[in-house]
């Protein structure tokens, strides 16, 4: 900064000079120091008329002279004079004696050596001085106008902000609203009972630029800011906006008077690293945070605090927006209205023109501690979300997350989602909600702790919420807090609510429900929707119920290859089977080989193959201890395959054949010679075929070692025919 201000000084005793010598007026004293020996400079232009002008700059350490006569470089042995007179005495020049300086330009390090001229605290324009960034590279350097450096960012301060948590009226600083006008503008002033820290930023934020946040600064906000359609608000984290109910007095949405920081139609806007702090009222409401109609918007640590109803954080009709990293907390609904609710963060909650926001991505947050009232709660219940996106939103992205102590941690209502690895934890009613129409969504690896009323939920509404995959997700302790003992809880669930749209189709894989003591069941399905299905998961003992259907639910009721078991889980004492109907393809293991079940469409089958990098790849299905595999369809089993209680040495196998050959059942195994057991149960024998010709048998038709009983129709001869070492021999049957 002592660079800086030297620059600044050194140009402007140019300027005043100049204008001195032009209005005959005295001209400015000029304090100086020689350069040293061997020391160059360069000159850009000549000095034409007579005023005051030496400077001297310290370029790459040096002290170079700039010659007001002279243009191009020169170096200096010793101390340079002027027409046979050396210019300094004492330190002081004369500036009559010497012409002005047109036009100058400077290039290089300014350094704690240069000129200085009128002294510290000299203000005017230098506007038009150009400066390279330091560095001792002096090449690719380029000189930018100090005006457009000033310019890339705004600071509240130098349009009048104090900023100490104190607000003031802009009647503390101006005489007269004119002057008050004068010194911003009419549109933006239109009374001195103004506030003058947010009369300020507003001004700055008019500018388009990004207004840097005054470190450590407390700034008063007492009417609501808008941002023009570009900059933005960037700041370290420790300045922040306190805000009172008593300036903001809205009771509901619509009037304008709830909403704080607005960017309407803005692209490339940023917010980062300040904070919002609220002092409400009971039935306050407000808007901190709005983006309307933005593109390519930054939403990034910031900490909002303090707020009593509302949406927090709320973008709309957006497009490429990124909320990371805030810290949302310490939030109080206190309302004696029904429609009220709190929420960190919400995504298309008031659509603009119908216009949906497209690629949202939320990630990283913090959001806890959204809290009601006693007297709501009894009133109303728990009307707080961490997280809520409507159903227009496109493509979003809710990810890494923590959110806790709030009523539901996400309200997800669209469709095409994805929900990733957040950790939710004291959610007084659910931890996750899809619900009015979210369909097609994929919920991966979150973790909901302590859920009241349910963990992970698929809900019916407005529309039919379809074909979302909820897959390696985690819900411990449901109603750890004891509060709904009377209520149906669980881990997972998919209900229609009473709607008359039902969820259908959503499948639950590879789930956990742990620490289950005090909840109903691990799932519930309760409605009328079709094809849901949970499978492949993990439902700790200390749960009541591994899965509740009430009532003459068509939904799907029970869970396969629960807790490991490869076979039939036996849920209810009868032992069913469910097969979970897949949307697309589930691919189970990330090794070289893998299983892969595949869904198809109504008329064809489903598929699970084995696959894989080998050339060929088995299957092996395996039941534990001597449980038995069963084939079976609509009617039943159609066949079972079951050991016989001793380690196997010796098994069948099942052979096809190509085009003209028989396919095959034999048996194989470690023994050399091992025999087919082919018998009835009782006394019941074994029925087979017999083959009937117009002639007689040869060996292409009996393979060696094999028998068979032939009806020659012409002959009409009935005979058992075996094949010994390529001879047929036979025996008539009569």
């Known amino acids: ?192 009972a103004q506030d003058v820290d947010t009369v300020a930023w507003q001004a700055a934020l008019n500018t388009g630029r990004v ?42 949405i619509g009037t304008g008077a709830e909403q704080m920081l607005v960017s309407v139609g803005g692209t490339g806007i940023v917010l980062r690293g300040f904070g919002m702090s609220f002092t409400p009222a009971q039935n306050s409401f407000s808007r901190p945070i709005i983006v309307n109609r933005a593109t390519g918007v930054l939403i990034s640590d910031l900490e909002l605090s303090g707020f009593n109803a509302g949406n927090l954080i ?52 913090v959001i806890r501690k959204l809290l009601v009232t006693a007297s709501f709660r009894a009133s109303y219940q728990y009307q707080t979300d961490g997280i809520t996106v409507l159903p227009s939103a496109i493509d979003v992205v809710v990810a890494n997350n923590t959110i806790s102590e ?54 019916g509404g407005a529309n039919r919420a379809n074909g979302n995959v909820i897959v390696g997700n985690i819900v411990s302790g ?36 742990t620490s289950g003591a005090k909840a109903s069941t691990a799932y519930l399905w309760n409605g009328t929707g079709a094809g849901n299905s949970a499978s492949f998961g993990y439902i700790s003992s200390d749960y009541l119920r591994q899965v509740l259907a009430p009532g003459a639910t068509p939904m799907a009721a ?58 060929n790849v088995g299957c092996t299905h395996q039941t534990k201890g001597t449980g038995v595999h069963r084939f079976r369809n609509g009617g039943g089993d159609q066949f079972r395959v079951s050991g016989n209680g001793a380690t196997t040495a010796n098994f069948g196998v099942a052979r096809g054949a190509a085009t003209g050959a028989a396919p095959s059942l034999a048996p194989d195994g470690t023994d050399a010679n091992i025999a087919l057991d082919l018998g009835g149960k009782g006394t019941s024998g074994i029925l087979s075929g017999i083959f009937t010709r117009t002639v007689d048998p040869t060996t292409g038709d009996i393979p060696a070692g094999r028998c068979a009983d032939w009806s020659n129709t012409t002959a009409g001869t009935l005979k058992r025919v075996c094949n010994i070492a390529g001879t047929l021999r036979s025996v008539a049957l009569n």
């Open 1 to 192: 900064m002592v660079v800086m201000r030297s620059a600044l000084s050194a140009l402007l005793g140019v300027l005043l000079a100049t204008a001195a010598a032009a209005q005959s007026l005295p001209r400015p004293q000029v304090v100086t120091q020689a350069p040293r020996n061997n020391s160059s400079f360069a000159a850009s232009t000549a000095y034409v008329d007579r005023s005051a002008a030496l400077l001297e700059l310290a370029v790459s350490g040096k002290a170079p002279l700039m010659n007001p006569a002279f243009m191009g470089l020169a170096t200096f042995g010793a101390r340079p004079t002027f027409a046979g007179e050396t210019p300094w005495d004492s330190g002081n020049l004369n500036p009559s004696l010497y012409a002005r300086l047109t036009s100058p330009r400077f290039s290089g390090t300014v350094g704690a050596e240069a000129l200085q001229i009128l002294g510290p605290g000299s203000t005017g324009d230098v506007s038009g001085m150009s400066v390279t960034a330091p560095g001792t590279a002096r090449s690719g350097l380029v000189a930018r106008a100090l005006a457009d450096m000033a310019a890339d960012t705004v600071n509240p301060l130098a349009y009048g902000a104090i900023c100490d948590g104190t607000g003031r009226p802009l009647s503390s600083r101006f005489a007269s609203l004119a002057e008050a006008q004068a010194a911003y503008s009419p549109g933006l002033v239109t009374s001195l």
């Open 314 to 365: 709320e973008v709309n009709s957006s497009t490429d927006v990124r909320i990371q990293n805030n810290l949302i907390r310490d939030g109080l609904l206190d309302r004696t209205v029904s429609n009220s609710q709190l929420t960190g963060v919400a995504i298309d909650d008031n659509l603009v023109s119908g216009t949906p926001s497209r690629r949202v991505r939320v990630t990283g947050n």
């Open 558 to 615: 029970n869970l396969l290859g629960m807790n490991g078991n490869v076979g039939v889980a036996d849920i209810s004492g009868a032992a069913p089977l469910m097969s979970p109907k897949l949307v697309g393809t589930l691919t189970v293991s990330e090794l070289p080989n893998k299983v892969q079940v595949l869904g198809n469409d109504a008329g064809s089958e489903p598929t699970i193959a084995c696959l894989g990098d080998d050339a």
């Open 406 to 459: 709030v009523g539901e941690g996400i309200d997800h209502q669209a469709s095409g989602g994805t929900i990733a690895a957040n950790t939710i934890s004291t959610t007084y009613q659910f931890g996750m909600k899809l619900i009015h129409g979210a369909s097609n969504n994929s919920v991966t690896g979150n973790t909901a702790i302590c859920p009241g009323l349910g963990g992970i939920v698929v809900y």
């Open 211 to 252: 207004v840097a946040f005054p470190a450590g600064r407390t700034c008063t906000l007492r009417a609501r800011l808008v941002l023009a359609a570009t900059g933005g608000i960037t700041g370290d984290g420790s300045g922040k906006f306190i805000a009172k109910a008593t300036d903001f007095p809205a009771t509901a």
């Open 478 to 513: 449901v109603n750890c807090l004891g509060e709904y003992d009377a209520n149906t809880t669980y881990a997972y669930a998919v209900s229609d609510l009473g709607s008359p749209f039902p969820a259908s189709n959503n499948s639950f894989i590879g789930n956990s429900a």
